[in-house]
Nanobody
């Protein structure tokens, strides 16, 4: 009943930029904190960035100063602007959201993932 749909993943050269989007839809009463995680091949899923409903942000040290998270509360959408991309940023990026629903209470939801590949 709740879906998170990501978009924006692509192949990009080192030093390039990408913007990821993630829209939440369904029987939503309120979208609370939202965030992005990533998982490289053979590695665990790691936190990239989070943002609260009031706009307070948090970043992993590895992306601080290069990535910017933002959200549009009216659209239940979170964005991740990624600049100065490096090969080590290559991963599947997953959207995550803490959502209060009309029917099933509050829970954590994940998107299906979008591939970001940084390579020359």
């Amino acid at each position: 009943q709740v879906q998170l749909v990501e978009s924006g993943g692509d192949l990009v050269q080192p030093g390039g930029s990408l913007r990821l989007s993630c829209a939440a839809s369904g029987s939503i009463f309120r979208v609370n904190a939202m965030g992005w995680y990533r998982q490289a091949p053979g590695k665990q899923r790691d936190l990239v960035s989070t943002i609260t409903t009031t706009g307070r942000t948090n970043y992993a040290d590895s992306v601080q100063g290069r990535f910017t998270i933002s959200r549009d509360n009216a659209k239940n959408t979170v964005y991740l602007q990624m600049n100065s991309l490096k090969p080590e940023d290559t991963a599947v990026y997953y959207c995550n959201a803490d959502i209060s629903t009309y029917r099933n209470g509050r829970g954590t939801y994940w998107g299906q993932g979008t591939q970001v590949t940084v390579s020359s």
